[in-house]
């Protein structure tokens, strides 16, 4: 039985690993910024396990901070840590403002590190724990018309592939999660309280020409599950994301053309 926290535990993603560990067995501190969405769901796994809710905005260092402390000093330890909370932001390049840049390096990048930065020093002062910071699998491929999205997201797997190296010597586990396109509200919901652009308006429908068929959160939920036992460097899933993650390892100047095909499909 593990003791986890996950950010952005109210909606998507997730909800379902939140679901998924707890009905395993693990105690879950379901934090977002979305209280009463967190107190929905630790309220509905309480029937069948251990879960609590937390208020948390990952853009904020030191309630981040003092909430890794808080579960670590009331449970003991700090076992599976999931920096997962995100946005979505997207639009032509030349049509962004820098809010649309600063508010996904805040909330995308700056929200992992908090994490990281909170959860790290008291996983290596207990000699274990896995960190799992969720990418994308725009943080591996080129993912144009979501520019700020997947700068953040190619940070995440830098960052959480860099620490994995560094931290195994201390017992401590990363690993990124690089899901493709998923079926969550994130695609309905895209540049939050930031200038509309059409790219964002129609995310769902974009995703949906690129990717057939959405993944669910819940298929996700048991990739993740799997990859946290088999300790892999980046879950990345479905079948299709793994190909595509191919390509690029194959050819990047190939993969870009793909990409470019990929944006002829966006134009209704
Ligand atoms: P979602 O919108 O369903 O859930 C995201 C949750 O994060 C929400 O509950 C929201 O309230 C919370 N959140 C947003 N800003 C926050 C903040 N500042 N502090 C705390 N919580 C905050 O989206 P999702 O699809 O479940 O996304 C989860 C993660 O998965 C994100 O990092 C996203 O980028 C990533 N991802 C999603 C997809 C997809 O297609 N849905 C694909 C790849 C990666």
């Not at 805040?106 to 002062?125: C, K």
């Not at 990717?211 to 300790?231: P, S």
């Not at 191919?246 to 870009?256: F, M, Y």
Request: aromatic share 2%.
């Amino acid at each position: 039985m593990n003791v986890a926290l996950i950010t952005g535990g109210a909606s998507g993603i997730g909800r379902a690993i939140a679901t998924a560990l707890v009905l395993r067995g693990d105690t879950v501190t379901v934090a977002d910024l979305d209280k009463r969405g967190a107190d929905e769901v630790a309220g509905r796994l309480s029937g069948h396990g251990t879960a609590e809710a937390a208020e948390l905005d990952v853009t904020d260092p030191d309630a981040v901070s003092a909430l890794y402390r808080d579960v670590r000093e009331r449970h003991g330890r700090l076992d599976l840590v999931f920096n997962n909370a995100g946005i979505a932001v997207g639009g032509r390049t030349d049509e962004l403002t820098l809010d649309h840049w600063n508010r996904t390096l805040d909330v995308n990048l700056r929200g992992v590190i908090h994490g990281v930065h909170a959860a790290y020093p008291i996983m290596v002062a207990q000699g274990h724990g896995h960190i799992l910071n969720t990418a994308s699998l725009a943080g591996l491929v080129p993912a144009p018309m979501m520019l700020p999205y997947t700068t953040t997201k190619h940070a995440v797997v830098g960052l959480s592939l860099g620490l994995r190296a560094e931290a195994a010597a201390a017992g401590v586990r990363v690993s990124a999660i690089c899901p493709g396109f998923v079926d969550t509200p994130l695609l309905d919901n895209a540049n939050p309280d930031l200038p509309p652009t059409e790219a964002a308006t129609n995310a769902r429908e974009a995703a949906l020409r690129i990717q057939r068929r959405l993944y669910t959160a819940e298929a996700l939920a048991r990739d993740v599950l799997r990859g946290i036992d088999k300790n892999q460097a980046l879950i990345v899933a479905p079948a299709s994301a793994r190909a595509a993650w191919r390509g690029v390892r194959l050819s990047p100047e190939g993969a870009v053309r793909v990409a470019r095909r990929g944006l002829s499909r966006l134009r209704p």
